[in-house]
Nanobody, 126 residues
Framework: QVQLVESGGGLVQAGGSLRLSCAAS????????MGWFRQAPGKEREIVAA????????YYADSVKGRFTISSDSAKNTVYLQMNSLKPADTAVYYC???????????????????WGQGTQVTVHS
């Protein structure tokens, strides 16, 4: 059972930056892909970015390309989401997710993932 704990959310002004962290309880070989999703009030949960541990291959949603960067540190069992040039439209609860087995790329669907963190709130005010 993989446990994921997110941190780093908060309140930031438009144009500012935040870095989210997701610490996984399991060693890297037990999961294949990691992803960051977000869910705004009244909206469905959507993919933000994904990364494959072994190759560091990455995927970004069009809405965050050029502003967000996903990265991983296998020694710390941690995945990061660096968010720059934040906009009010980025306001949401951000979730970390882990996929245990190799599958389609990119894994953009909620159903592609096996484990989820509790979420961390990101609020961007203008």
């Amino acid at each position: 059972q993989v446990q994921l704990v997110e941190s780093g959310g908060g309140l930031v002004q438009a144009g500012g930056s935040l870095r989210l962290s997701c610490a996984a309880s399991e060693r890297m070989y037990s999961t294949d892909h990691m992803g960051w999703f977000r869910q705004a009030p009244g909206k469905e949960r959507e993919i933000v970015a994904a990364i494959r541990w072994r190759s560091s291959r990455t995927y970004y949603a069009d809405s965050v390309k050029g502003r967000f960067t996903i990265s991983s540190d296998s020694a710390k069992n941690t995945v990061y989401l660096q968010m720059n040039s934040l906009k009010p439209a980025d306001t949401a609860v951000y979730y970390c997710a882990a996929r245990q087995l190799t599958g389609n790329w990119p894994p953009t669907s909620v159903t592609d993932y096996d484990y989820w963190g509790q979420g961390t709130q990101v609020t961007v005010h203008s």
